[in-house]
């Protein structure tokens, strides 16, 4: 379908308030300026309705820039009074709006252009969102999203508009309808530091709700929280997981009907004396605090277990001898068997401690929520606590009121202890983050206490600084750094760890020691923590520059062994590393040799105990697998010819920053 297409007197046309581009690019503007000035004319048409009773007066909803261009070249005498722009003439505003909008999309208007105009065309031509997204090739839930955003609390729409937040952020405020929350989060942290953090913005919005994805949420689910009166604020920017459930008070009620039922029928069927439901993911201190913990039996061992322990050790050693007799050493199949039958003895061996029927009948447990909103069992029980256990002074008052006398001191319920302990709890952390010398003293003798004894629960923190967890079941280095680290634990001043003194008592004389022995036990407790990390994996950055801002020298401390290497590669990979070191003379003088002593030789070659030329030598010495390093060489760029293009090495700067070096192209050896 074709529209007419006018001249009209520029002095008779004004720009629609509907137009959909409000922003500009003042450099833009002052360049379209230039270029109409020294053309005389406007190239391209601008987009307008006829004014009703003004013959040739006309609205523009499309090239309003154009339109005020030649409006200040006018006043700036560069065009004449009288001058004419053509106007192609639509309908009505509807379809003014419809073609501007196709027109401006050529060149990216604002987002807040973009919300209005995708508004405007809803409203004033009462499509639907799914009509205008077909239109324009966008998807409804995008232009969903933008009408939303159209809908923001005016102060906030105002800041985007003004480009003062990003499209980002007006999205996090627009995961609420609510408006007025909407203005006082705003307002709260127009001027903070984390104005510019989505997350916290959602979180703050979101304080008192729940998102979809919560385990209570998947606990209780969609249709019964809704059944129950509970409402959603569909996020438009967001999955169904993060949707915002507002009615924080329902979904708790609900949370904590359905435990109390779970933790009944679980109770009944299981034995126990009694399950206390609690509606999150872990118990905390406070939640056993006081009780004593049941320790079960580790079960026998069945016949059908012990039988099946001795076919793994034998097949085990079945793979290990075959890759001793082997010139090419294990084959990546057999050892991804090995550590297949590894965990599956580990398994079998390592049974966990089970509760007894008896046990269980004296028992307590609690049935937290799964991350996956399934109710379970916290695998701790303790014993159910007696009379004199909850006697909170430890006094037999049974007597106290017999004479119709008053209790001298009232009798408190649980609500309030619990809430008089975390009022308490507020008073102690405002003093420890206060004095950052005591929180020092405090969060180390936490953590190596917790660390020094199986079971911690006197400490009041869940403070922890737990031994990383194997990769590998059952390994022993035999490293330098090993021998190291144990002749560092055995330094640590133990004098503070003395039986029969409770708690309180080994933290002071732990604060009694000198300042270098807490200090080495600090650094005992957060080294310990480190994990062992294979490159490509997302941590691995990181560990390479703890590496690298302690300047460790990974030669001096660590050399490949046969053991610890050379015998996991095949035989063609170790002639592969001769060639590297020290060219073809020094690969052929070994490649007849057999795996086992191969591997011998090489393990000499690289602690520099083979007699060769002095730059072999060094070259050897200095060798390492990209997997042990901290340092990464960075390749340099060759020519056609397979030649270098630049002599001598990379510059670090040239290299960019190593600790974003994930390795993508480095194949992972077996050591990794």
């Not at 053991?563 to 020094?586: A, M, V």
């Not at 002593?597 to 083979?610: D, R, T």
Request: negative net charge; contains cysteine; charged residues 30%.
């Amino acid at each position: 379908m074709s529209f007419p297409i006018v001249y009209a007197p520029a002095r008779n046309c004004v720009p629609s308030p509907l137009n959909v581009r409000t922003e500009s690019d003042p450099d833009a503007d002052a360049e379209l300026e230039a270029m109409i000035g020294e053309a005389g004319f406007v190239l391209q048409n601008l987009i307008g309705t006829a004014v009703k009773r003004k013959k040739d007066h006309y609205s523009i909803f499309g090239g309003g820039r154009r339109l005020e261009r030649v409006h200040v070249l006018i006043e700036k005498g560069r065009l004449p009074d009288d001058f004419k722009i053509p106007v192609m003439v639509m309908p009505d505003a509807k379809r003014a709006i419809e073609f501007s909008y196709a027109e401006n999309n050529k060149l990216p208007m604002t987002a807040a252009d973009e919300c209005m105009a995708f508004k405007n065309m809803i409203e004033k031509e009462d499509k639907t969102a799914a009509q205008v997204a077909a239109r324009f090739g966008k998807t409804e839930r995008f232009v969903l999203g933008r009408v939303r955003l159209a809908d923001l609390h005016e102060t906030i729409f105002d800041a985007l508009r003004k480009g003062e937040i990003t499209l980002e952020i007006a999205k996090a405020y627009g995961s609420t309808s609510d408006t007025a929350r909407q203005s006082r989060v705003f307002e709260q942290y127009r001027d903070s530091y984390y104005r510019n953090d989505p997350y916290t913005i959602r979180r703050e919005l979101a304080a008192g709700s729940y998102r979809g994805g919560d385990p209570k949420a998947l606990l209780v689910g969609r249709d019964a929280y809704v059944e129950a009166g509970g409402r959603i604020d569909s996020d438009l920017f967001s999955d169904s997981a993060s949707e915002n459930w507002i009615d924080g008070d329902v979904l708790d009620r609900l949370a904590d009907e359905k435990l109390a039922a779970e933790a009944e029928a679980i109770r009944a069927r299981e034995g126990f004396a009694e399950i206390r439901a609690v509606p999150m993911t872990r118990i905390s201190f406070a939640d056993y605090d006081g009780l004593r913990p049941v320790r079960g039996e580790i079960p026998e061992p069945t016949a059908e277990e012990v039988a099946r322990c001795a076919e793994i050790e034998a097949e085990m050693n079945m793979i290990a001898e075959s890759a001793d007799e082997s010139d090419d050493g294990i084959t990546e199949d057999e050892e991804q068997r090995y550590r297949e039958l590894e965990s599956e003895l580990s398994g079998i061996q390592n049974r966990p401690a089970v509760l007894t029927d008896d046990q269980k009948a004296a028992a307590l447990a609690f049935l937290v929520i799964g991350e996956d909103g399934q109710p379970r069992v916290h695998h701790q029980a303790y014993m159910v606590p007696t009379e004199a256990d909850e006697d909170i002074d430890g006094d037999d008052n049974s007597d106290a009121e017999t004479d119709g006398s008053v209790s001298a001191k009232p009798a408190m319920s649980q609500r309030l202890i619990d809430e008089l302990a975390t009022m308490k709890a507020e008073l102690l952390r405002v003093h420890v983050a206060s004095d950052p010398r005591f929180a020092l003293d405090l969060g180390t003798f936490v953590m190596v206490d917790a660390a020094l004894r199986r079971y911690a629960s006197d400490l009041a923190s869940d403070l922890r600084a737990d031994a990383a967890p194997s990769r590998v079941i059952g390994f022993e280095s035999g490293s330098l750094a090993a021998d190291e680290w144990a002749k560092l634990e055995e330094g640590l001043d133990r004098s503070w760890v003395q039986p029969n003194i409770g708690v309180a008592g080994r933290y002071d004389a732990f604060c009694a020691l000198g300042e270098e022995a807490r200090a080495a036990w600090l650094a005992w407790a957060i080294a310990r923590t480190i994990h062992a990390v294979p490159m490509k994996d997302s941590a691995s950055g990181f560990v390479d520059h703890l590496g690298r801002k302690l300047k460790i020298d990974v030669a001096a401390w660590w050399r490949p062994t046969a053991k610890n290497y050379f015998k996991r590669l095949t035989k063609s990979s170790i002639i592969d590393l001769f060639q590297e070191i020290g060219g073809s003379e020094l690969s052929q003088r070994y490649g007849a040799s057999k795996k086992n002593l191969l591997a011998s030789s090489a393990e000499q070659l690289f602690a520099g105990n083979i007699i060769v030329e002095a730059d072999v030598k060094e070259k050897a010495l200095a060798w390492l697998p990209d997997a042990m390093r901290f340092e990464h060489p960075v390749a340099e760029p060759v020519n056609d010819d397979g030649e270098d293009e630049t002599s001598g090495t990379v510059e670090p700067e040239a290299a960019g920053d190593p600790a974003d070096d994930t390795h993508e192209d480095e194949p992972l050896s077996d050591a990794a």
